[in-house]
């Protein structure tokens, strides 16, 4: 039970983790960018942080420890590991595609 609870506490962390991030490092960007401001900078790692942080959050945050997504033995992940890494993978592909489009909209290039 204490341990569920951990897990789910955990996931709230990663995901105010994500949230944070995202605001700072993907939002801000793309308000700056708006505001047509003559450079902007932001970072790509945000891009891996934020997705594999909001994906595996929820995760922790819905199942707890109640699904295992890793084999301590094995020190590899599980079947439902490997689709939370696929998912984390595809979130982060597509928002940083997605950002990249709305900064050429906006005039940005690379």
């Known amino acids: 039970m204490a ?10 962390l990663c995901l105010a983790i994500a949230a944070g991030f995202g605001w700072y490092f993907i939002w ?10 003559a450079e ?3 970072s ?3 891009f891996v942080l934020v997705p594999f942080s909001a994906v595996f959050g929820l995760f922790f945050l819905l199942f707890g420890d109640s699904v295992p997504y890793r084999n301590v033995e094995k020190q590899s992940f599980t079947a439902a590991g490997w689709i939370l890494v696929l998912l ?6 597509l928002s940083f595609w997605w950002f990249k489009a ?3 909209a906006l005039g940005y290039g690379y």
């Open 3 to 12: 341990s569920n609870l951990l897990h789910r506490l955990g996931g709230l």
């Open 28 to 37: 801000l960007p793309l308000q700056e960018a708006q505001a047509q401001a």
């Open 40 to 42: 902007v900078h932001y």
């Open 44 to 46: 790509i790692k945000a």
């Open 88 to 93: 984390a993978a595809g979130a982060s592909g």
């Open 102 to 104: 709305q900064f050429a």
